[in-house]
C-alpha cells in the first residue's frame, strides 16, 4: 500500500483590515469636521438669538413711543377756549390761559378743561388731555426714575414710567398735584442726558454694572456713541429750534405759562416733543452670546401738540 501523508492546516489565512495609525486617523478627521459642523450651528444660534433680542427690545420700545405719541397728540384738548369756568356761579371773564395765577386757578383747577403741557424737562413730562375719546380729561405723566424711583435718575440702567390719571371731579387739584398711577413701564433705559442747546449734550447719570471684560458700562456705552447723554425728552419751538428746558418749564412761573401755552403774543413756544430712547438689553437674558456686549437700540418718536 502506499503511504499517504497528511497535512493539516496549522494557520488561519491573513484577513486584510486597518492599522490602529489609519484608525488614529480617520477618528481625527471625523473629529474636526464634527466640530466644524457644530461651531456652525452654535454660531448660527447665537446670531439668532442676538438679532431676536434687538427685535425684541425695538418691539417693546416701539409700543411706549407709538403711546407716547398719542398721548401728546391729545394734550390740550378741551382747551380754555372751548370751556366756561364758572366760580360762584359767574363766568370767568377770560378762562385763556390756564395758569397759576390768582385769577386763573379755577381754571386751571376745573376738571372739564384739559390745561395741555404743565412741566417739561429733559426727564419728565406732564400734560392733560382727553385721552380715550370720551371727554374725559386725564392728567398724564412720563417720567424717568433710577431703580430707587429718583428723578431725576442717578444712576441708569433707568425705568421709563407713565401715569395716566382722571383730573380731579372735584376742581380743587391744580395741576402739577393731580394724583399718579404709574402702571406702565419700559426698563434698561440708559440715557439721561440735560440738553445743552444744539450740541453737545451731557449730565447723563452713571449706567452701572461692567463688561464681559472688566470695563465699566458708563466707561464702555458712553465712549463709543454716547448712549447715556442724550435727553429723552426734548422740546421745539414753531421753527423747529431747540428750546432750553434746563431749568425745567412748568406752568407755576409767567415764563413757563408763555412758553407752554402759546399765546398769540408768544413768540418761542412748545410745539413739539422729541422722546429718544435708548435700550439696555438685559443683563442675563440679552448678552451677545459671541461678544458678551449688551446690544443697545435706540428709538425716536416725535409729536407735534396740534392743540397748542
Known amino acids: 500500500m502506499n503511504k499517504m501523508k497528511l497535512f493539516r492546516r496549522t494557520s488561519q489565512p491573513l484577513q486584510a483590515g486597518f492599522t490602529m495609525i489609519e484608525l488614529m486617523l480617520v477618528c481625527a478627521i471625523f473629529s474636526i469636521v464634527m466640530y466644524t459642523i457644530v461651531k456652525g450651528i452654535d454660531t448660527t444660534v447665537q446670531r439668532s438669538e442676538s438679532e431676536q433680542v434687538k427685535v425684541d427690545l425695538t418691539q417693546a420700545g416701539r409700543e411706549f413711543v407709538d403711546e407716547f405719541e398719542r398721548d401728546l397728540h391729545q394734550a390740550g384738548y378741551p382747551n380754555c377756549r372751548m370751556v366756561t369756568t364758572l366760580v360762584a356761579g359767574i363766568p ?14 379755577p381754571a386751571a383747577k376745573n376738571p372739564a378743561l384739559a390745561v395741555g403741557l404743565v412741566f417739561v424737562s429733559s426727564t419728565k413730562i406732564i400734560f392733560e388731555g382727553a385721552m380715550d375719546g370720551t371727554g374725559t380729561v386725564y392728567s398724564v405723566q412720563y417720567r424717568l426714575v433710577d431703580a430707587a424711583g429718583n428723578n431725576p435718575p442717578l444712576s441708569c440702567p433707568c425705568i421709563l414710567q407713565r401715569s395716566e390719571q382722571p383730573k380731579d371731579p372735584t376742581g380743587s387739584t391744580l395741576p402739577l398735584l393731580q394724583p399718579t398711577f404709574f402702571s406702565q413701564e419700559l426698563q434698561n433705559v440708559v440715557n439721561s442726558g440735560q440738553p445743552v442747546g444744539a450740541a453737545p449734550y451731557g449730565g447723563g447719570a452713571p449706567i452701572t454694572g461692567d463688561t464681559a471684560w472688566g470695563a465699566t458700562d458708563t466707561a464702555y456705552y458712553a465712549a463709543i456713541t454716547t448712549f447715556k447723554d442724550y435727553p429723552v425728552f426734548q422740546a ?17 412761573t409767567p415764563a413757563g405759562t408763555q412758553a407752554l401755552t402759546c399765546s398769540v403774543s408768544t413768540t ?33 418718536g416725535n409729536a407735534r401738540l396740534v392743540n397748542n
Open 92 to 105: 370767568l371773564t377770560n378762562n385763556c390761559p390756564a395758569d397759576y395765577t390768582a385769577t386763573q386757578q
Open 236 to 252: 421745539y419751538d414753531q421753527n423747529g429750534g431747540i428750546l432750553s428746558i434746563n431749568p425745567p418749564l412748568d406752568i407755576t
Open 268 to 300: 418761542n413756544c412748545v410745539k413739539s416733543i422729541r422722546l429718544t430712547i435708548n435700550l439696555l438689553a438685559n443683563a442675563i437674558t440679552g448678552a451677545d452670546l459671541q461678544t458678551r456686549v449688551r446690544p443697545v437700540t435706540t428709538l425716536v
